[in-house]
């Protein structure tokens, strides 16, 4: 919070003006004081509060305004205290955003943005929480639409650091298009930027850094992404922030996976999950059941990955996240295929199939395809299976990912050699290798 917004803050009128508020929401929904202060301060305290004696801090009036269901600048409507109105939405809305509630974190951003007197600096802050709320819901033309103006702010009024962090997303949503190189030249100009401005956040520096280790990785360099994933906390000094850490580990179970090194991804993965869930993340949290959930099948635990899978799915559908919903299904169908429950397993590849319609991720439908192509061969539905792996392979090809090739064309091998058909199968086979190379997976 800025010098000027803690100062009006702590005004004569704010007080009285805050407290009166406070009472008069917490009256309207019948909830005595108690209710209110619950765990995280006493009744004494709030009542103080109420009658201007008290002020709260920064968290205690987040926890009062969450249980009063309403935004914080409701009680901090007078305009001398518009400034601290516009500090407070936007702790509010990282806070969202820490939990993975970035629907809420863009509303309240879109609110603030609207307003005509707001400071150059607030703005430009506003709207790099905006673009990171779009890249979780990803919205991503409309995250680069909001950094690039932002960007051209920052770069005028010379907020280097604030700058570095807009470099450092932009970076991100051209990741998540799949332009790893588009990708890298912003996080080279992030940690250029950093180190010719001097300075000095650890937590900044080594999300940075993290964020490169996806390079390596997505480039088929397990072994290099694990080194730039250590170092990236190495460099941190132990003041890892939660989402960074997470965001590490999940990068560290992933590279390990693709090296062969099950048993350290799963750690990791575990490491990962309980980061994300202490942050309240519902869709990290679903991500890393799914990766979890892949990687004891592929240690021939079922039983397990299903568990992980379900749980994952319940989640996602509890919040309304459809996007990675079909990975989650998929998931359970094949742990179900693999324990020798075809019943159940043709029943939930149906719902993964008929969920993709509903997912913006590419990847949903491929999952969702060759899992069908495995289970409708199981079912000597021979020519279904066919083409349902040959979909898969298609949009393999769209999203040009040689890690996929490489699976589908596998399995796709698999279920060609069992059916007699050992021409196509070595074609698939030779395939798969091909793509594996590609993506440095042995």
């Given at each position: 919070?800025?010098?000027?917004?803690?100062k009006r803050l702590m005004s004569?009128?704010?007080?009285?003006q805050l407290g009166a508020r406070v009472r008069k929401a917490r009256m309207e929904l019948g909830l005595s004081l108690a209710a209110v202060a619950q765990k995280d301060f006493s009744r004494a305290f709030l009542n103080q509060i109420e009658l201007g004696r008290s002020r709260p801090s920064t968290r205690n009036l987040q926890i009062i305004a969450e249980r009063l269901h309403r935004p914080i600048e409701y009680f901090l409507q007078d305009p001398s205290n518009s400034t601290t109105a516009h500090e407070f939405t936007l702790l509010e809305a990282e806070t969202r955003l820490r939990r993975g509630d970035g629907q809420r974190a863009r509303e309240l951003m879109l609110q603030l943005l609207s307003r005509s007197r707001i400071l150059p600096e607030t703005r430009a802050r506003a709207q790099l929480v905006l673009a990171e709320s779009h890249l979780k819901l990803r919205a991503i033309p409309e995250a680069i639409e909001v950094l690039q103006a932002a960007i051209k702010a920052g770069e005028a009024f010379g907020w280097r650091a604030l700058v570095v962090d807009m470099y450092d997303?932009?970076?991100?949503?051209h990741y998540q298009l799949r332009h790893p190189h588009e990708a890298g030249r912003w996080w080279d100009k992030a940690l250029t930027t950093y180190e010719d401005a001097g300075l000095t956040d650890p937590v900044l520096k080594a999300r940075i850094l993290g964020h490169r280790a996806n390079l390596h990785y997505v480039s088929g360099q397990p072994t290099e992404a694990i080194a730039s994933y250590q170092a990236a906390i190495a460099g941190?000094?132990?003041?890892?922030?939660?989402?960074?850490?997470g965001g590490i580990y999940e990068g560290l179970a992933m590279s390990f996976q693709r090296a062969g090194d099950l048993t350290r991804a799963l750690h990791y993965a575990q490491r990962s999950?309980?980061?994300?869930?202490?942050?309240q993340d519902i869709r990290m949290g679903a991500q890393l059941r799914n990766n979890m959930g892949e990687i004891l099948l592929s240690q021939g635990r079922p039983r397990e990955a299903e568990s992980l899978f379900l749980e994952g799915a319940t989640q996602l559908r509890q919040v309304g996240d459809m996007d990675l919903l079909p990975h989650l299904l998929a998931g359970a169908a094949e742990a179900a295929l693999d324990a020798g429950d075809r019943e159940v397993a043709v029943s939930r590849i149906t719902a993964a199939l008929q969920?993709?319609?509903l997912s913006a991720d590419p990847l949903a439908r491929l999952s969702a395809e060759r899992i069908a192509g495995r289970i409708r061969h199981a079912d000597a539905e021979h020519a279904e299976a066919r083409a349902h792996f040959e979909r898969a392979l298609e949009i393999a090809a769209a999203v040009d990912s040689p890690m996929e090739t490489g699976r589908v064309a596998f399995d796709y091998a698999q279920v060609l050699e069992e059916q007699g058909d050992s021409a196509q199968a070595l074609i698939r086979y030779r395939q798969a290798y091909r793509a594996r190379q590609a993506a440095g997976v042995s």
């Open positions: 919070m800025t010098a000027t917004a803690t004569p009128r704010t007080p009285e997303q932009m970076g991100r949503a941190a000094q132990n003041v890892l922030d939660m989402p960074t850490l999950l309980r980061a994300f869930e202490t942050l969920a993709t319609d």
